[in-house]
């Protein structure tokens, strides 16, 4: 906050700090309620975001993001990847990170219900869009179908690819509830398991499918 | 990754104010932390950072300026879609899907799903090559400002076969083959208003400018991607090779676009992905379909055509068998 205060033109600090006013409001109001209301908190992005012309950075600076339907408000830098901001500021360490290049996937989380790299996408570009991880696909104590099937059919070997893999599996099965085996090879194309259990991976995934129907 | 400045552009004209500097320059001219670039999905432009070779000083987002992600299609006026389309947008168009087959193959082939995902067609087209000696900190090669090139003496597996004198590099981007072979065209917006050009023209080889894939200035930004119509008589078909099935970099890829009149071919574009510094048409090898039924005898002389002009490296002659029987089997298929 330091850092950009000073870069900044009167009209731009009077828009910067009302939002961040209005952010830390947010914050209170959030943590008030998830205590009492966990899980009803769904974000809806109801008003367009003002126009945020602040230079942000490099220093740290307020992010809120929307994670698993509830509002978190971090203080990071522009540089924080998401999946940094998950793992170290959130602490949540289900979403993995191995290459931190895109190539294994291993970091998968979805945005706006799109898989997609936490490694590569700054965690300041994702405010006003909502992220699940790992952490967010089971609901009231279950387990999603998918997580279920890859118990069941011993999907996992290391684990370290696991998270990933659930959420493009998982991913699939929500935009497409009769996936072929092709399919399923397709949406985790991405994903790269050292141990190579895909043929476990298809498995779940396809019986995960018909218990789902 | 260096630290680094960061605002939300809430319009193109304020983008083009805040910018001063391409990628290219950030990482020859003005390094250190200096460069204030636009970013896109920022897959490309992350991995840069995080390698250590591009400092920026500033970020401007375009995520937030409305209106740079429509994609529309119309009889007439063909294919039309913004900076901010993602690989993935084009994928899931049943109009790509139905009318621009050889541009559904590439995009269908691009990277990962989640690179799909958040990879824009305008970061796309702008990204940096893949050359592991350009790509690494510890070589200062004639793509970053240095004077030699490490790849033409040492490995290079997977560089060009044609334009290699002074940077053997591939362009990366396999959509850009295609679009190329539908003779696309894109529109640049700079402080001076709006141009557009060929993509054919928009991509410069090595021998141009060894710093710098394509003609975009330091205050300029791809507002649009425009493909021509296509009709009844049209066949198109993409097709990339890699080392891996699941996912992979082009080792080589081809895309036909052929006008066909029944059998005969009036018109045809061919173009190679990772063979050249820039997506290559070969049109020695179109005059060669051109007004002649389509057998399999004119494709393999088509194909021989293609690949002659070819001066393969150490390491990637392979490359010259792998284009002649990528362009057969992609003609093929164009005309099914």
Known sequence: MKNDSKERSPEQKKQGVSRRAFLRGAGVTTAGTVALASGMLSFKPAEPAPAKTAILGPGETEVTLMVNGQQRTVRIEPRTTLADALREHLNLTGTKVVCDRGSCSACTVWLDGKPVNSCMTLAIDVEGHEVTTVEGLAKDGELHPVQEAFIEHDASMCGFCTPGMVMSCAGLLARNPNPTLNDVKMATSGNLCRCGTYPKVFEATLSAAKKMK | ?336
């Open chain 2, 1 to 336: 990754m260096n630290r680094f400045e960061y605002i939300k552009a809430p319009s193109i004209a304020e983008a083009i104010d805040m910018m001063d500097s391409t990628v290219p320059e950030a990482m020859v001219t003005k390094t250190g932390g200096s460069a204030k670039v636009v970013k896109a999905g920022g897959t490309d432009l992350l991995d840069l950072i995080k390698e250590g070779i591009l400092e920026p000083g500033r970020l401007i987002d375009l995520k937030n300026i409305p209106g740079l992600d429509k994609l529309s299609y119309d009889k007439k006026n063909g294919l039309q879609f913004g900076p901010m389309v993602t690989i993935a947008d084009l994928e899931n168009s049943p109009e790509v899907k139905k009318h621009y087959r050889a541009l559904y193959e590439a995009a269908t082939h691009a990277a990962t799903p989640q690179i799909r995902n958040m990879a824009t067609m305008g970061g796309n087209l702008m990204q940096r090559p893949r050359c592991w000696y350009f790509r690494s900190s510890g070589h200062h090669c004639r793509k970053k400002g240095g004077t030699t090139c490490f790849a033409q003496i040492g490995q290079n597996q997977f560089h060009s076969i044609f334009l290699t004198n002074v940077c053997p590099c591939v362009h990366p981007s396999s959509l850009a083959t295609a679009l190329v072979a539908y003779d696309g065209k894109v529109e640049l917006t700079g402080p001076e208003g709006k141009r557009v050009i060929a993509l054919s023209e928009f991509f410069t080889p090595s021998e141009v400018n060894v710093t710098c894939e394509n003609v975009a200035t330091n205050q300029e930004i791809i507002t649009n991607i425009m493909l021509p119509p296509v009709n009844e008589g049209t066949r198109a078909f993409y097709i990339k090779q890699g080392q891996r099935e699941s996912y992979d970099w082009s080792m080589g890829d081809v895309a036909v676009v052929l006008q066909m009149d029944g059998k005969k071919c009036q018109d045809a574009r061919i173009v190679f992905g990772a063979a050249a510094p820039i997506p290559l048409r070969r049109e020695a090898a179109e005059e060669v379909l051109k007004g002649k039924a389509i057998t399999e005898k004119v494709v393999v002389q088509a194909a021989k055509k293609a690949l002659e002009g070819a001066t393969p490296l150490a390491h990637n002659g392979y490359k010259v068998h792998l284009f002649q029987t990528l362009l057969k089997r992609t003609v093929m298929e164009a005309i099914g």
